[in-house]
Structures are given as C-alpha cells and as structure tokens.
C-alpha cells in the first residue's frame, strides 16, 4: 500500500523508531527537543546466535533467562486471565471521516469535496449526528452487538501535532519526552515474570515502543509460523536441533559462564520452538475466514496467529501491532482511508469472531489508537492536516460498548487552530484499563493518575 504523505516529520519517525528497536545499530541523529523512543537502549538478543535464523527476539533481559525457572514463568503467566491487545493506527487516522458527523452543517461547510453524503454509510445509534464511514461496517456490527466502544475525541490538553512526539505520548502514557519505557512496559514491569518474554509480544520484526520494559524481558516476533530455523524442514535438521536443545539443558548448570549461557540460550530456544512448532512448517488453522491481504500488510495474518497462539494456552499477557494502512492523508484521502479502514475492521470482526468460535473472548480485549485526529477543514490536495483530538476504540466482549466522552460538534466544539478539541483524556483511559482490566496500580504506571478521570469501560 503506497505512502499518503510526505511528510518529513513522519519519515523521519518512522526511520528513527526502526533503528531504536534494533539496539546496537545506532541511532541517526534527532533534532533538538524530540523524544527519543521508548525502548531505545534495551539490550536486544536472540535466544540463539543469528546465524541459526531463529526469528525471535528478546529486549529488555540482561541476562539469559535460566531455563531451569522458565517454566516457572510460564506457569506464573498462565495464572493472568486476561490478555490487552494493542493495535496502532499509524499516521493520524480521520475521526471526522470514520464516524462522520453527516448531521453537523459546519462539516459540509468546512468539507466541501471530502464530506461523505449523509445517505452513505450506517447511522451510529447513539449519537444521531454521526455516521459510519462505508469502510468501517464492520465496526458498526460489532458495536451494534455492544462489542465496540468508541471514543469520538480522545487525546490530551495542549495537543503536540508532531507525530513523533505526539506517537511518544500515547506509547509512554504520558505528555512527558523525557519516558524511556512504555505504559505496558511498566505495567509488564510490575506484574510480569523475569522468565517469560511472550508476557510482552511485539507481533512485528522490531519492538514496539509501547512495551518496552525497564525489568523483565517482552518478546518480537513476526508471526507463530516465522518462528523457525530455517524455511526448509527436514527429519536430519529436526534431530539436530532436538540434540542442541538437550545440551543446553545439560549445560545449563555449567560452572562456566560462557557455556552456561550458551546452554540456557539454546535450551530456551528449544522450549519455544516445541510450544510453536504446531504453527511452523504447516501454518495455523482459524475457525473463521480472515480477510485476504498482501504479505507487506500482514495484519490479518498476525491477528490469527495471535488467536491461535492463545488457544494453545501460550503466556500472552500483553500484545502490540500495527494496523495495516497509512492515515497520514495529506493528499487522497478518500481512497487512502478508505482502503486501509477496511481491512482494519474486517480483520479484527475476524479475530473477535475467531475468539469467540474458540471460547477465548472473555479474555481478550483490544485498544486502537493513533497519534492524532485530522484538522476540521480540508486541504488543497484532497486531504486533512495534522489535527488534535482523534478517535479511538475497545473492542471485545467484556466492553461495556458505549460511548466514552461525546461527539463536541464543529460549531463549538473546534479549538484556534480549527482542530477537534477532547472530549475524553487518553491517560484516564489506559488508568481505567489498568485498574478495570488489568487489575494494577493505575497510580504506580501512569504518571499523575489521579488527576484524570477513569471512565466505566468494562462490564
């Protein structure tokens, strides 16, 4: 899917977060004032050397998880019910075109050719002004079954238009550059296990800020069938690989350091590939059909691998991905928005009815974000600028599926800068989680919590 914009900003952002979550490469130089991502500094190891191709990494360890506990963590893990699911929509997504105010004058005025016709689209109940972006239908039925809150204008006073540090913002839980560890991370930090990397997963080939961790370690990984050693497969190699496995417990209690780690590393490696070799050489089965995408996309790949690896009791506590599209849309909105949205919503109707067909949506709650809104007003090239107060949404079926903060309207409801002003604050939002879904310390993870209100967000 081709870029919508330009931007330098953006760009650079992109580029500066790839190179933060590759430690030991280096960063490319930032300018003044800028944050640097969360994660960067976090130790990055594989379980074993590269030159195997295992396709996991470890951040956040320092030190080689002794196998002897591992297990340990894994139990310990298992205990947590509950799974929260983050997904990224990269780039600024348009609250005023995916729940669209056909019932505001001001929107037709200040959209001349962008504004959708008032007929398209399925009315949102619970606000009689608004409407469905065509694309989203697919959230429309899961909120029409009480599966989706929505958060017509969420974000955060004083509102950074920078997609670097407003993106900062969100994945550390606070208006604060100075965060090196992001909100899940801390939570992970408090309520995870020194021995289990999956509590933590960057569903991606790099971390994702959101989870970087200050004390235990999180996990990356493409997909439960991209954790492989090699792409072909056969009897010798698995023998081989069994063998290595069975040294590395034996040297795991090694008086020497250098072939203790080594041991541990390689028994490790041996446990995961165990627990996901049902995923590996012939892939994963679903329940139901995912929407079809490209291999660059992926996203519906990654949400039923995610779906299957639960099933299979693996210890996920927490899990973070980008959804597929780019929001940026400086210039040809409508199709790029539209394009992207789609298969958004679609894949994740999907992943909520793969829960449910496995008994597993009780469990499972996830939280969409993005950086920012759009700007009220249209552009020149058929597009929205960089605005304030976005939309956002939880999904699963312990959501309480109402409106969290209301729709402002454009008439008073737009700040200096033309831009929708917040209805709701993202920090009281990832407090109530916290506290309403994780059961934590709201107080202890997101810097001055008790200064923002907590919305009833789950039943």
């Given at each position: 899917?081709r870029?919508?914009?330009p931007?330098?900003?953006f760009s ?9 979550a ?12 800028m ?17 195997l191709?295992?396709a996991?990494?470890?951040?956040g360890a ?5 196998p002897?506990?591992?297990e340990?963590?894994i ?8 799974v929260l ?7 600024g ?7 669209f105010?056909?019932g505001?004058p001001?929107?037709?005025?200040l ?5 959708l016709?008032g ?9 009689s ?5 065509p ?14 809150t929505v ?13 670097f540090?407003?993106?900062h ?16 991370g ?5 309520a995870?296990?020194?021995?289990n990397?999956l ?21 990356s ?14 009897p ?8 290595v ?6 040297h ?6 250098a072939?203790?780690?080594a041991?541990?590393?390689?028994s490790?490696?041996?446990r ?7 995923f ?16 660059r996309?992926g996203?519906?790949?990654r949400?039923?691998g995610l ?30 928005l ?6 958004t ?8 009815r793969d ?7 009780d ?6 974000w993005?950086e ?7 552009n020149?090239?058929?597009?929205t600028?960089h605005g304030?107060?976005?939309?956002g ?19 008073g ?9 917040a ?6 939002v ?5 506290e ?6 709201a107080?202890a993870i ?14």
């Open positions: 899917m870029r919508a914009c931007c330098s900003d650079r952002t992109d580029m500066l977060r790839q190179a933060a590759q430690a030991g490469r280096g960063l490319p130089s930032i300018e003044p004032g944050p640097l991502p969360a994660g960067t500094g976090l130790s990055r190891r594989g379980f074993v050397a590269r030159s191709g295992l996991l990494a470890v951040y320092d030190r080689v998880i002794n002897l506990v591992f340990e963590g139990a310990q893990a298992a205990t947590s019910d509950r699911v983050s997904v990224f929509l990269d780039g997504i348009d609250s005023l075109s995916t729940l105010p056909a505001d001001r929107y037709y005025e959209r001349p050719k962008l504004a016709p007929s398209t689209g399925l009315a949102f109940s619970e606000d002004r608004l409407r469905w972006h694309s989203a239908a697919a959230f429309a039925t899961l909120h029409g079954e009480g599966k989706l958060l017509p204008a969420v974000g955060y006073t004083s509102p950074d238009k920078s997609h540090t407003s993106r913002y969100w994945e550390v839980g606070a208006t604060d550059a100075g965060l090196g560890t992001g909100w899940l801390r939570y992970l930090d408090r995870g296990s020194p021995d990397p509590q933590g997963l960057s569903l991606d080939n790099r971390l994702q800020p959101a989870l970087a961790t200050a004390r235990v370690p999180v996990a990984v493409d997909g439960p069938d991209r954790y492989t050693f090699s792409k072909k497969r056969t010798l190699e698995d023998r081989m690989i069994a063998a496995g069975s040294l590395g417990v034996a795991a209690k090694s008086k020497d350091p072939l203790r780690q041991g541990s590393a390689a490790q490696s041996q995961l590939r165990q627990q996901l070799l049902p590996g050489a012939n892939g994963f089965s679903s329940p139901v059909q995912y929407p079809a995408s490209t291999e996309e996203f519906p790949r949400l039923a779906a299957a690896m639960l099933a299979a009791g693996l210890p996920i506590r927490c899990a973070a991905l980008k959804a597929p599209g780019m929001y940026d849309t400086h210039a040809d909105q409508p199709e790029e539209a394009v992207g949205l789609k298969l919503a679609d894949s994740l109707l999907a992943f909520q829960l449910e067909a496995r008994g597993l949506a469990r499972v709650v996830v939280h969409l993005s920012f809104g759009r700007r009220a007003k249209e020149a090239s058929d597009g600028d304030a107060a976005g939309i949404f939880l999904l699963g079926t312990r959501v309480r599926g109402r409106m969290v903060g209301e729709y402002p309207g454009l008439a409801g737009l700040d200096e800068q033309g831009n929708l002003r209805t709701s604050d993202f920090r009281g990832y407090a109530a989680v916290l309403q879904w994780l059961d934590a310390d107080a997101i810097p001055n919590a008790r200064s923002f209100a907590r919305p009833a967000l789950f039943r």
